[in-house]
T-cell receptor, first 114, second 113 residues
Framework: DTEVTQTPKHLVMGMTNKKSLKCEQHMGHRAMYWYKQKAKKPPELMFV???????INESVPSRFSPECPNSSLLNLHLHALQPEDSALYLCASSQGPGGPWEQYFGPGTRLTVT | KQEVTQIPAALSVPEGENLVLNCSFT??????LQWFRQDPGKGLTSLLLIQSSQREQTSGRLNASLDKSSGRSTLYIAASQPGDSATYLCAVSSSSNTGKLIFGQGTTLQVKP
């Protein structure tokens, strides 16, 4: 099973709201990723978690706060977002951190900030 | 800084045609290259992974090649079908310890019945 699940599928939130995106994988992968994809653009890396520790933060604003409660779960907490943060948020996982491993992506959460 | 380019940006072909999608990268020091498929509004589906030591990978009607020295990869789709219509993205992994993928802009393929 090479499945990564994400909830919710769609989210609409106001600029003062607090919400969370959830990602789960049961492949025993030890690296998990958050990517952001704007319309008609390729995905861009936001965060990398390796063995449940944050290893990469691609200079993402603090209104995005990742959390890795255990090796299977990855959350993205959202607060005081801006309309330009509207995008498809993709979660991915790989067997290990680093170069050689194949990444598997979830279906994404479509976020709209009003 | 690694840059990935995909040509063409869009492609329209009749059903049954064989086609080639191109991907080029500027830094040959890569660990692997992945080809993905993305349907509108959906996530990415991994099609093929080529490790840096490999020259090609095949899955069904898909064949991907890698020439590290020239910084090029191609995705060959045989006997195209309308269901192949999607955006195809290539991505390279250049980092030894982060797994960060650098994506091309994608090629949007339309296969007409």
């Amino acid at each position: 099973d090479t499945e990564v699940t994400q909830t919710p599928k769609h989210l609409v939130m106001g600029m003062t709201n607090k919400k969370s995106l959830k990602c789960e994988q049961h492949m025993g992968h030890r690296a998990m990723y958050w990517y952001k994809q704007k319309a008609k653009k390729p995905p861009e890396l936001m965060f990398v978690y390796s063995y449940e520790k944050l290893s990469i933060n691609e200079s993402v604003p603090s209104r995005f706060s990742p959390e890795c409660p255990n090796s299977s779960l990855l959350n993205l907490h959202l607060h005081a977002l801006q309309p330009e943060d509207s995008a498809l948020y993709l979660c991915a996982s790989s067997q290990g951190p680093g170069g050689p491993w194949e990444q598997y992506f979830g279906p994404g959460t479509r976020l709209t900030v009003t | 800084k690694q840059e990935v380019t995909q040509i063409p940006a869009a492609l329209s072909v009749p059903e049954g045609e064989n086609l080639v999608l191109n991907c080029s990268f500027t830094d040959s020091a890569i660990y692997n290259l992945q080809w993905f498929r993305q349907d509108p509004g959906k996530g990415l589906t991994s099609l093929l992974l080529i490790q840096s030591s490999q020259r090609e990978q095949t899955s069904g009607r898909l064949n991907a090649s890698l020439d590290k020295s020239s910084g090029r990869s191609t995705l060959y789709i045989a006997a195209s079908q309308p269901g192949d219509s999607a955006t195809y993205l290539c991505a390279v992994s250049s980092s030894s310890n982060t797994g960060k993928l650098i994506f091309g802009q994608g090629t949007t393929l339309q296969v007409k019945p």
